[in-house]
């Protein structure tokens, strides 16, 4: 898949500006707060609907504007799409592809796919189960509409759940009709959760095992209601729903459920979540996003638009090579203040201010 083009429009501090992309790497480099993570952010937008910094999206609109623009062109083999997504201050956003307003956020799931490596990503292994779950659950909508459709369901279930036993007018009969369809729902997205973990697990290891020169063995474990059929998982989360119910209604919100799992990720046998070194933590989270690179391949028989931002600084040099080497070949989008490494061919960018200059590679430094 490959990124041709982005138009900005009043989006962050970007007044107009287009870029053209080539296929390869694409450096943009510039001091700090001039726009270059803001530039990746409206890729990723246009990747999962969302901003990766923020959940106000009127944040994301150029400050004293009343509409913010990105309008992109993506190529996935032979065919060619053209994404307009537009933010408002006073009105709901509009999404279309080749013109066309999609009615659901779900139809933009998988048409610009990306993987993100950034500073917070690489903190995901010692960082809060919300943001493992996040990652899983990034990856997994850009594989599957459906799955995307059945989180946003779930969120919604567990929503009107937790209102419910906030109101204090919970009782065991109205709390049965949310468990129903949250069990129906969950089961579902723990059985999606448990198999993408299996598969990722494996090109995981591989890769963690590359960076590591062989001296390190990763694993990974779903820590969830599993079983082995979807009959199985309902009945185990339906008995947990039981066994919570008090607490719940004690308590005011719901205890039990997919949102509480939580990703295990050992080296040589050691939780390194909390027992793990900087290094082995930041190891680990690269070989993650390689294997959620790899698996997208494997699933859709493309490559995904890696996004790096300003990565490579937190990185060895032993690390900083292999993740060039992994992603030689493939579309990238990197932003750095230093271009340390040497120079690996693409195009160059120089973002000042809110503005993007296309630059000669040789005269860039
Ligand atoms: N909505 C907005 N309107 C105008 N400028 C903005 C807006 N949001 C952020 N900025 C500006 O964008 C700059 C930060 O850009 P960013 O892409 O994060 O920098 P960097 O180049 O370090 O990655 C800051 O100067 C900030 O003031
Ligand atoms: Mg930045």
Known sequence: MILKEVVLNNFRNYALQTVQLGSGTNVFFGNNAQGKTNFLESVRYMSIGKSMRTSREKELIKWDEECARIKAVVQSGQVSKRLDVALYQQKSKTVKINSVPISKMGELMGVVATVLFSPD????????????????????????????????????????????????????????????????????????????????????????????????ELTLEYEGITGESSEEISEKMTAKLKEDREK??????????????????????????????????????????????????????????????????????????????????????????????????????????????????????
């Open 121 to 216: 990503e690489i903190g995901i292994i010692k960082n809060a189960p919300s943001d493992r779950r996040r990652f899983i659950d990034i990856s997994l909508c850009q594989l599957s509409k459906a799955y995307f459709y059945a989180l946003n369901r779930y969120n919604k279930i567990l929503l009107q759940r937790n209102t419910l036993l906030k109101s204090g007018r919970a009782d065991e009969n109205s709390l049965a009709v949310w468990d129903i369809q949250l069990v129906s729902e969950g089961a579902r997205i723990a059985k999606s959760r448990a198999g993408f973990i299996k598969r990722l697990e494996e090109l995981a290891k591989a890769n963690h095992a590359y960076l590591s020169s062989d001296k390190e």
């Open 248 to 365: 719940d209604l004690r308590q005011g919100y719901t205890h039990s459920g997919i949102q509480t799992d939580d990703l295990k990720v050992s080296v040589n046998g050691t939780d390194i979540r909390k027992f793990g070194s900087q290094g082995q933590q930041r190891t680990a989270a690269l070989s993650l996003k390689m294997a959620e690179v790899d698996l997208y391949n494997q699933e859709k028989g493309e490559y995904p638009i890696l996004l790096l931002d300003d990565v490579f600084s937190e990185l060895d040099k032993t690390r900083q090579k292999r993740l060039l080497q992994k992603i030689n070949g493939l579309q990238t989008i990197i932003t750095c203040t230093h271009f340390e490494f040497e120079n690996v061919g693409g195009r160059y960018f120089k973002v000042t201010n809110g503005s993007i200059q296309p630059v000669d590679a040789d005269n860039s430094y």
